[in-house]
Nanobody, 121 residues
């Protein structure tokens, strides 16, 4: 059973960088063909895919967030991380990490429980 757990600060100030980590257990983030995504849901809105890192370490981002987003991984800890720079209150959302069965499918079989991040001074 694969489990994902998000961690990071729940409050970030405007213009700062939001940093979250997803710790994966029960499966390796380097196992083909899986890909590991960050997805968020602002209050009252739908899910928004932010970006992904593949089992091989390649990264792909949403065009609307590409200039501010970076996804990386630490294979020794079986973790992958999100950095979102220059945040504003519009970045307030519940942030999820999830496993995609393959890059581009957007078919997520395992999700973290989500973590609330509020951007406020």
């Amino acid at each position: 059973q694969v489990q994902l757990q998000e961690s990071g600060p729940g409050l970030v100030k405007p213009s700062q960088t939001l940093s979250l980590t997803c710790t994966v257990s029960g499966g390796s983030i380097t196992t083909s063909p899986y890909a590991w995504s960050w997805i968020r849901q602002p209050p009252g809105k739908g899910l928004e895919w932010m970006g992904v890192i593949t089992y091989g370490g390649s990264t792909f981002y949403s065009p609307s967030l590409k200039s501010r987003t970076s996804i990386s991984r630490d294979t020794s800890k079986n973790q992958f991380s999100l950095q979102l720079m220059s945040v504003s209150p519009e970045d307030t959302a519940v942030y999820y990490c999830a496993r995609d069965l393959n890059y581009g499918l957007h078919y997520y079989d395992y999700w973290g429980q989500g973590t609330q991040v509020t951007v406020s001074s």
